[in-house]
């Protein structure tokens, strides 16, 4: 289940309309615990879906789906929280675990940032698809949290605005899913 919401990660950055409904969650200018929680309620219908069509398919007792979104409800929070774990502990748990500041470079507005660490539970799913990034560019006091054009507080911060974003702008507005390989840093 880890894999398949790691994979959901990747197709609402790469799809067009699923990037215009994700927005929502990286238009935030701050990275905080609020961040973990902020999703437009058209794709927390469709991430349930989703989830749905995976129980079907795979089958798990009742209990471990509980467990499942509870660790994923946990580790959101988590990783979305605005703390620094000591560089030590953070480089251990990172081989294991998504850790704050391994998810943090993926709300940097910068393209290639924003296009890695899509992991929300398990480090592995980077790793092994070629989209971990060790640090951002600028180190994460230089970092800026959010999207180039989306920076005006009444669209991003207030809740009519916040719902009204996916329907904003062209669709090629920014694209998100372009990767400059040619930037990537996996420090």
């Keep these: 289940m880890d894999f398949i919401i790691y994979l959901q990660h990747v197709l609402v950055h790469a799809v067009p309309a699923l990037w215009r409904l994700h927005r929502v969650h990286h238009a935030d200018l701050d990275y905080d615990v609020t961040t973990g929680a902020r999703f437009h309620p058209i794709e927390i219908i469709l991430s349930m879906l989703i989830k749905f069509a995976t129980i079907v398919v795979l089958g798990p007792p009742l209990v471990a789906v509980v467990i499942f979104e509870v660790v994923l409800n946990a580790m959101a929070m988590f990783n ?32 290639d940032e924003a296009n890695s660490n899509f992991g929300f539970n398990l480090s592995v799913w980077d790793r092994l698809f070629g989209t971990y990034r060790g640090q951002p ?23 009519p605005g916040m719902l009204a974003l996916p329907f904003i702008g062209k669709i090629t507005d920014y694209a ?12």
């Design 137 to 159: 560019r600028g180190g994460h006091e230089g970092m800026t949290i959010g999207i180039h054009h989306y920076r005006e507080p009444r669209l991003v911060t207030w809740l």
């Design 80 to 111: 979305h929280g605005n703390v620094r774990l000591p560089l030590g502990l953070d480089r251990v748990l990172r081989l294991i675990i998504v850790t704050p500041d391994m998810h943090r470079v993926h709300h940097s507005v910068e393209d």
């Design 176 to 187: 998100i899913n372009r990767r400059d390989w040619s930037k990537r840093h996996d420090q």
